[in-house]
T-cell receptor, first 115, second 111 residues
Framework: ETGVTQSPTHLIKTRGQQVTLRCSSQ?????VSWYQQALGQGPQFIFQ???????GRGNFPPRFSGLQFPNYSSELNVNALELDDSALYLC??????????????FGPGTRLTVL | GEDVEQSLFLSVREGDSSVINCTYT??????LYWYKQEPGAGLQLLTY?????DMKQDQRLTVLLNKKDKHLSLRIADTQTGDSAIYFC???????????FGKGTRLHILP
């Protein structure tokens, strides 16, 4: 069983650009959540996808969007990048089968710097 | 609203016990977590406690929950240099639900 992986590890973009971050969930996990962790802060929930549909969203604008694919991979897309989007982006995968659900396993994150 | 508060820094001598405290406002949090984050690494779930429990012990870790005061603490016995990290208090409704994190407590180990 492989863990959760994310790519790229680091990324530098400029204001106004668009970025796509990728996450590969643990095999069999049907739920992926994305979090933004600004420097010196705790992670903040962006949104969650369950079986390829958005299943809850935090306080983030629509320029943050996502996709989840049947092969346990997912993407976080951010349009019109702003300086404040500079952060560590974490994805977490879990198996949701009703009831209380299962533990979320976090990837190592992608460090995004916006200049 | 949802909020989790914890002190930002803690310094402890190697071999002593570390106690990290947290308060939370969302009483609907069914699961309360402690995560560990080391530089360059993702978040590692250390332990969690269900909201109807008062205490949970797991080897060197002891979690205490005072639900009335919405206060959670993590005690690390016999603190080692490898315990140096940022510790996040967090809560969620279900285990696969969104997790609300505090800002983290940086634990520094003194020789």
């Amino acid at each position: 069983e492989t863990g959760v992986t994310q790519s790229p590890t680091h990324l530098i973009k400029t204001r106004g650009q668009q970025v796509t971050l990728r996450c590969s969930s643990q095999s069999g996990h049907n739920t992926v959540s994305w979090y933004q962790q600004a420097l010196g802060q705790g992670p903040q929930f962006i949104f969650q996808y369950y079986r390829e549909e958005e299943n809850g969203r935090g306080n983030f604008p629509p320029r943050f969007s996502g996709l989840q694919f049947p092969n346990y991979s997912s993407e976080l897309n951010v349009n019109a990048l702003e300086l404040d989007d500079s952060a560590l982006y974490l994805c977490a995968s879990s198996l949701s089968a009703g009831g209380e659900g299962d533990e979320q396993f976090f990837g190592p994150g992608t460090r995004l710097t916006v200049l | 609203g949802e909020d989790v508060e914890q002190s930002l820094f803690l310094s402890v001598r190697e071999g002593d016990s570390s106690v990290i405290n947290c308060t939370y406002t969302d009483s609907s949090s069914t699961y309360l977590y402690w995560y560990k984050q080391e530089p360059g690494a993702g978040l590692q779930l250390l332990t969690y406690i269900f909201s109807n429990m008062d205490m949970k012990q797991d080897q060197r870790l002891t979690v205490l929950l005072n639900k009335k005061d919405k206060h959670l603490s993590l005690r690390i016995a016999d603190t080692q240099t490898g315990d140096s990290a940022i510790y996040f208090c967090a809560g969620g409704m279900n285990r696969d639900d969104k997790i609300i994190f505090g800002k983290g407590t940086r634990l520094h180990i003194l020789p």
